[in-house]
């Protein structure tokens, strides 16, 4: 296994995360506890869940395997916090009395004494940073947790956040989850550059682009209608497919899988500690682990680029979660790009 520092934190992180947001959901216990064991047999020692997933059966079983296995300090455990939790006015965010409830109930799910990584899972433009950043700051100091990330942050408000907690002597901020995948390069524009000019650690998620690089789909073939590709137009789409189709041809050169190749290029690409995997079964775990033995050459990257050029994204994962929420704090008003079919549809 390749390990990586995250960050500035001088902690050292397998460079491939155990993502566990399918367990309790689509993966069931017995399966998630055997992924888990799986991936630190292979020397994966970086796990992230959050307590929104499955409002808090993830963590639950997270918590489990390791307790259980007597494995927990073999493990660099990150969980996050500001997704809704429940109906109430008070059950999501960034506030100091959603943190500190919150905290509370993850490291009980969890089994553990402390989070070693707490991280703001969506960016809420209209809270002041400060509040958070204090809230995490006091958990930092009591021990709670150890160092504090953010998901799906614009590159402005890390800088802001960065310099508010230079400026309080507050916790710095060591990392950030955005998506990323050769579908969706957009975070190559502004996001790569700020974090390693300031020392952030990237954590991309959606490495395969939720299956479309998987290889499954043909520009000839149906599109599904499953629950995660409803929303066709929006990430699964013709021009996905089609980019990703004409990848398969590199990636038989690699002796690989569509999938494997993916996973590979991203965690090759500069600034990137420890794209996120989200495996349902022990196979799919095996499966990603071949990506790390996958290296590129110049001539790679170049075939790479007339493809899927940098910068540039035909499948929506960056912007709907970054700038859409930018636009919608300035007021900007837009439809959401998946729920614009639904609503033309049921029209008369």
Same mark, same amino acid.
């Given at each position: 296994?390749?390990?990586?520092?995250?960050?500035?934190?001088?902690?050292?992180?397998?460079?491939?995360?155990?993502?566990?947001?399918?367990?309790?959901?689509?993966?069931?216990?017995?399966?998630?506890?055997?992924?888990?064991?799986?991936?630190?047999?292979?020397?994966? /020692?970086?796990?992230?869940?959050?307590?929104?997933?499955?409002?808090?059966?993830?963590?639950?079983?997270?918590?489990?395997?390791?307790?259980?296995?007597?494995?927990?300090?073999?493990?660099?455990?990150?969980?996050?916090?500001?997704?809704?939790?429940?109906?109430? $006015? /008070?059950?999501?965010?960034?506030?100091?009395?959603?943190?500190?409830?919150?905290?509370?109930?993850?490291?009980?799910?969890?089994?553990?004494?402390?989070?070693?990584?707490?991280?703001?899972?969506?960016?809420?433009?209209? =809270?002041?940073?400060?509040?958070?950043?204090?809230?995490?700051?006091?958990?930092?100091?009591?021990?709670?947790?150890?160092?504090?990330?953010?998901?799906?942050?614009?590159?402005?408000? =890390?800088?802001?956040?960065?310099?508010?907690?230079?400026?309080?002597?507050?916790?710095?901020?060591?990392?950030?989850?955005?998506?990323?995948?050769?579908?969706?390069?957009?975070?190559?524009?502004?996001?790569?550059?700020?974090?390693?000019?300031?020392?952030?650690?990237?954590?991309?998620?959606?490495?395969?682009?939720?299956?479309?690089?998987?290889?499954?789909?043909? $520009?000839?073939? $149906?599109?599904?209608?499953?629950?995660?590709?409803?929303?066709?137009?929006?990430?699964?789409?013709?021009?996905?497919?089609?980019?990703?189709?004409?990848?398969?041809?590199?990636?038989?050169?690699?002796?690989?899988?569509?999938?494997?190749?993916?996973?590979?290029?991203?965690?090759?690409? $500069?600034?990137?500690?420890?794209?996120?995997?989200?495996?349902?079964?022990?196979?799919?775990?095996?499966?990603?682990?071949?990506?790390?033995?996958?290296?590129? /050459?110049?001539?790679?990257?170049?075939?790479?680029?007339?493809?899927?050029?940098?910068?540039?994204?035909?499948?929506?994962?960056?912007?709907?979660?970054?700038?859409?929420? =930018?636009?919608?704090?300035?007021?900007?008003?837009?439809?959401?790009?998946?729920?614009?079919?639904?609503?033309?549809?049921?029209?008369?």
């Amino acid at each position: 296994m390749e390990y990586r520092i995250l960050g500035r934190s001088g902690v050292e992180v397998s460079a491939i995360c155990l993502g566990c947001m399918n367990f309790g959901d689509k993966t069931d216990e017995a399966e998630s506890i055997r992924i888990i064991e799986a991936a630190l047999d292979a020397g994966i /020692n970086f796990v992230d869940t959050a307590n929104s997933y499955g409002r808090g059966v993830s963590e639950q079983i997270v918590g489990k395997a390791l307790s259980e296995s007597g494995r927990r300090d073999e493990v660099v455990l990150a969980t996050k916090v500001s997704s809704r939790m429940g109906e109430g $006015p /008070n059950q999501w965010g960034g506030s100091r009395y959603h943190i500190v409830q919150q905290v509370e109930q993850s490291l009980r799910r969890l089994r553990t004494d402390r989070i070693d990584l707490y991280q703001l899972h969506i960016m809420d433009p209209s =809270l002041a940073v400060g509040e958070s950043l204090r809230a995490l700051d006091d958990l930092v100091r009591a021990g709670k947790v150890l160092h504090i990330g953010t998901s799906k942050w614009a590159s402005a408000l =890390l800088v802001e956040a960065l310099c508010l907690a230079d400026r309080n002597g507050w916790a710095r901020l060591i990392s950030e989850q955005p998506p990323y995948n050769l579908l969706d390069r957009r975070i190559e524009n502004e996001l790569i550059w700020t974090c390693k000019r300031h020392g952030i650690g990237l954590i991309p998620w959606a490495p395969i682009a939720s299956g479309i690089l998987s290889g499954k789909y043909t $520009p000839e073939g $149906p599109l599904p209608d499953g629950a995660r590709f409803n929303r066709r137009g929006f990430r699964l789409n013709p021009e996905a497919i089609a980019r990703a189709d004409a990848m398969k041809p590199l990636a038989d050169e690699k002796g690989v899988t569509l999938a494997e190749f993916s996973l590979a290029w991203v965690l090759r690409q $500069p600034g990137i500690t420890s794209p996120i995997i989200g495996p349902a079964s022990v196979e799919h775990l095996q499966s990603s682990l071949k990506a790390l033995d996958v290296t590129f /050459n110049e001539e790679d990257y170049k075939r790479i680029n007339k493809i899927t050029p940098p910068g540039q994204a035909v499948s929506n994962y960056y912007d709907v979660n970054v700038y859409r929420r =930018l636009r919608a704090e300035a007021g900007i008003f837009e439809e959401h790009p998946w729920r614009r079919r639904a609503k033309h549809k049921h029209r008369t």
